[in-house]
C-alpha cells in the first residue's frame, strides 16, 4: 500500500537553519535544534533532581521529549527575540496565537494515525509541572548561552546574563535553585578547570 507523502520530518529537520539571539551579535552562532537538545538534556537533569532530591514523581522521559519539541513551531514562524515577544502583552498574546497556527499547521501534516502521538508534545500546557520544567530548562539554557558569550569576550550579552538570571532566581523552584547552586558553576570554567 502506498501511503500519502508527509512532509513532517522534514520541516522539523529544518530546526538548524533557525538562528536564535537574532538581535544579538554572536561569537558562536546557536540555532534551534542545537537549544531544543540543550533544553532536553538540563529539563531531563531537573525531573530528576526533583524526583531524587525533593520528593516530585516528574516522568523524566516526558521532560525531555518536551524539550526537545518545545520549539519546533518556530519551523515556520522563525525564531521572535524575546525582547519583541514580550513588549507588550497584545505582542505576546498575538505571538502565541501564531505559534498554535503554526503547531497546528505541523500536526496536519502527520498521518491520521500518528497525530495523537505527537499532539501532546507541541500543543503546550503550560498549567503542567512539567511542561514548568521546560520553561525552566529553556531559561537556565538562554543564561548559558550568555556564560558562554561572556567568557568569548562578548559583551554584548551582558545585560541579558543579568535579567535572565534574576528570571531564574524569580522562578522559585527548588529544582532550578539546585540546578543553578550545585551545575551553573562550571559552565564558568574553561576545559582545562574541569579536567
Same mark, same amino acid.
Given at each position: 500500500?502506498?501511503?500519502?507523502?508527509?512532509? =513532517? =520530518?522534514?520541516?522539523?529537520?529544518?530546526? +538548524?537553519?533557525?538562528?536564535?539571539? *537574532? %538581535?544579538?551579535?554572536?561569537?558562536?552562532?546557536?540555532?534551534?535544534?542545537?537549544?531544543?537538545?540543550?533544553?532536553? #538534556?538540563?529539563?531531563?537533569? %531537573?525531573?530528576?533532581? *526533583?524526583?531524587?532530591?525533593?520528593?516530585? &514523581?516528574y516522568d523524566t522521559d516526558k521532560v525531555c521529549t518536551l524539550g526537545t519539541f518545545h520549539?519546533?513551531? /518556530?519551523? #515556520?514562524?522563525?525564531?521572535?527575540?524575546?525582547?519583541?515577544?514580550?513588549? &507588550?502583552?497584545?505582542? &505576546?498574546?498575538?505571538?502565541?496565537? $501564531? /505559534?498554535?497556527?503554526?503547531?497546528? +499547521?505541523?500536526? !496536519?501534516? %502527520?498521518?491520521? /494515525?500518528?497525530?495523537?502521538?505527537?499532539?501532546?508534545?507541541?500543543?503546550?500546557?503550560?498549567?503542567?509541572?512539567?511542561? !514548568?520544567?521546560?520553561?525552566?530548562?529553556?531559561? $537556565?539554557?538562554?543564561?548559558?548561552?550568555?556564560?558562554? @558569550?561572556?567568557?568569548?569576550?562578548? &559583551? @554584548? =550579552?551582558?545585560?541579558?546574563?543579568?535579567? $535572565?538570571?534574576?528570571?531564574?532566581?524569580?522562578?522559585?523552584?527548588?529544582?532550578?535553585?539546585?540546578?543553578?547552586?550545585? =551545575?551553573?558553576?562550571?559552565?564558568?570554567?574553561?576545559?582545562?578547570?574541569?579536567?
Amino acid at each position: 500500500m502506498i501511503e500519502k507523502t508527509s512532509h =513532517f =520530518f522534514a520541516y522539523l529537520s529544518r530546526m +538548524k537553519h533557525i538562528k536564535r539571539w *537574532g %538581535l544579538m551579535k554572536n561569537v558562536s552562532v546557536e540555532d534551534i535544534e542545537q537549544h531544543s537538545f540543550q533544553v532536553a #538534556i538540563v529539563a531531563h537533569g %531537573l525531573a530528576v533532581i *526533583g524526583n531524587k532530591y525533593f520528593g516530585k &514523581n516528574y516522568d523524566t522521559d516526558k521532560v525531555c521529549t518536551l524539550g526537545t519539541f518545545h520549539e519546533v513551531s /518556530e519551523v #515556520i514562524t522563525g525564531d521572535l527575540a524575546t525582547p519583541i515577544k514580550y513588549f &507588550n502583552p497584545e505582542i &505576546n498574546t498575538a505571538y502565541k496565537k $501564531i /505559534e498554535a497556527i503554526a503547531t497546528q +499547521k505541523l500536526l !496536519k501534516m %502527520l498521518p491520521e /494515525e500518528m497525530k495523537d502521538d505527537y499532539r501532546p508534545l507541541m500543543d503546550r500546557d503550560e498549567r503542567s509541572e512539567e511542561w !514548568k520544567l521546560v520553561k525552566a530548562s529553556d531559561k $537556565i539554557c538562554a543564561y548559558i548561552k550568555c556564560i558562554e @558569550e561572556l567568557k568569548a569576550g562578548n &559583551n @554584548e =550579552f551582558l545585560k541579558a546574563a543579568e535579567t $535572565i538570571k534574576n528570571t531564574i532566581k524569580e522562578l522559585k523552584m527548588e529544582e532550578v535553585d539546585y540546578f543553578m547552586n550545585v =551545575f551553573m558553576p562550571s559552565f564558568d570554567l574553561t576545559l582545562d578547570e574541569l579536567n
